[in-house]
């Protein structure tokens, strides 16, 4: 999608007061990286924050974009998945497994809201409405976006002795009752982490 | 842009081996995470990584998309953005300063073309294309993106003492030569910026 440089005819007081907003917003998103999660990278001892979080997504759903059950808009996901955590800078990181409950979303929702409020009201609307879709998860794209979101966490904990699921007290078939929503997004990989985990549960991950 | 689910007539044997090398590669990437730039986040006492960095300058190429110089595919400079400094996982950050040698270059390539090794020969060819094409700077997207990639650290030094320009011995002349090439791709943006910088320079931010 191109962009047109469309603000050189704008009145320059106009231009300025606006460019000031975006540098507070872009300002504002630094608080995200200390915004921590549960789970930590592979080969860090200390946990990952949601910025670096939101990074590693985009990657994960560029590469495996091929293995979406239906046809996705990349450009689409990718900017989902950039903004999806963004309410965590005033909610903070809550582990998924009791996340999606109606008062931590309304955080998150008003987290959000105030953060995307530094900028016009128009793209801030813009990226509300993407993140509604995305949290409401009934089109490809959020389908998509919402599978890829929860591989590296998995991988985290695959490849890192189970740790947030110890921490958290998650048992093994929550692990697998909540993370079987990949299959929503990309069957072909839930089959394959689906495999994976019931070899790392079997082998005594969690015990 | 669309993708369809091409993988669905695929044998299942070279699926499972795509999809083992894609988890390869999400997993190497948490190394990103691990590599310490020469800023802090805006009020944390920590060295900023280059994961969280490379989500944040796509949020702020997002933003200030309208204030490019040229029309520019803001969906192909996000991309660029997210791969911009995997190759520092083999190759470590350096401070854009000194940064600028063939031989840190050459080191960065070819840490590039050792993660992106890890996928298909296609999906890595059409990455380093676009590595080269950011590096190059030659294009409307290049040039763009290499202006928003210097933004954050500059508000960083602005909002922070100017921590990493007093730590690295960076000059108020070094500072305003090297950051003019933002000018390249938004000369609202370096207008707007090197005002900040002079006057907080003649506040005694670098004294």
């Not at 005819?9 to 231009?15: D, N």
């Not at 990949?182 to 990989?189: F, L, N, Q, T, Y």
């Given at each position: 999608?191109?962009?047109?440089?469309?603000?050189?005819?704008?009145?320059?007081?106009?231009?300025?007061?606006?460019?000031?907003?975006?540098f507070g917003f872009i300002i504002e998103l630094d608080k995200l990286k200390g915004v921590l999660?549960?789970?930590?990278?592979?080969?860090?001892?200390?946990?990952e924050n949601s910025a670096e979080h939101s990074w590693h997504v985009c990657m994960a759903a560029i590469m495996l974009r091929e293995?979406?059950?239906?046809?996705?808009?990349?450009?689409?996901?990718?900017?989902?998945?950039?903004?999806?955590?963004?309410?965590?800078?005033?909610?903070?990181?809550?582990?998924v497994y009791s996340a999606e409950t109606p008062q931590v979303k309304a955080e998150e929702e008003a987290g959000l809201r105030r953060v995307l409020g530094l900028l016009s009201e128009a793209v801030a609307q813009e990226y509300i409405?993407?993140?509604?879709?995305?949290?409401?998860?009934?089109?490809?794209?959020?389908?998509?976006?919402?599978?890829?979101?929860?591989?590296?966490?998995?991988?985290?904990?695959l490849h890192g002795d189970g740790l947030s699921w110890k921490e958290n007290a998650?048992?093994?078939?929550?692990?697998?009752?909540?993370?079987?929503?990949?299959?929503d997004g990309s069957s072909a990989v839930w089959d394959s982490l689906e495999s994976k985990l019931k070899d790392a549960f079997s082998k005594g991950l969690l015990s």
């Amino acid at each position: 999608m191109t962009f047109i440089a469309v603000k050189a005819g704008f009145p320059r007081g106009i231009l300025l007061q606006e460019l000031e907003d975006i540098f507070g917003f872009i300002i504002e998103l630094d608080k995200l990286k200390g915004v921590l999660r549960k789970t930590r990278p592979i080969g860090l001892q200390r946990y990952e924050n949601s910025a670096e979080h939101s990074w590693h997504v985009c990657m994960a759903a560029i590469m495996l974009r091929e293995y979406a059950n239906e046809p996705v808009d990349i450009d689409r996901v990718i900017k989902m998945l950039l903004i999806h955590d963004i309410g965590e800078i005033d909610a903070g990181d809550t582990i998924v497994y009791s996340a999606e409950t109606p008062q931590v979303k309304a955080e998150e929702e008003a987290g959000l809201r105030r953060v995307l409020g530094l900028l016009s009201e128009a793209v801030a609307q813009e990226y509300i409405d993407l993140w509604l879709e995305f949290e409401a998860g009934e089109s490809a794209d959020a389908r998509y976006a919402k599978s890829i979101d929860r591989i590296p966490p998995l991988l985290h904990n695959l490849h890192g002795d189970g740790l947030s699921w110890k921490e958290n007290a998650i048992s093994e078939q929550r692990v697998l009752n909540l993370n079987s929503r990949i299959k929503d997004g990309s069957s072909a990989v839930w089959d394959s982490l689906e495999s994976k985990l019931k070899d790392a549960f079997s082998k005594g991950l969690l015990s």
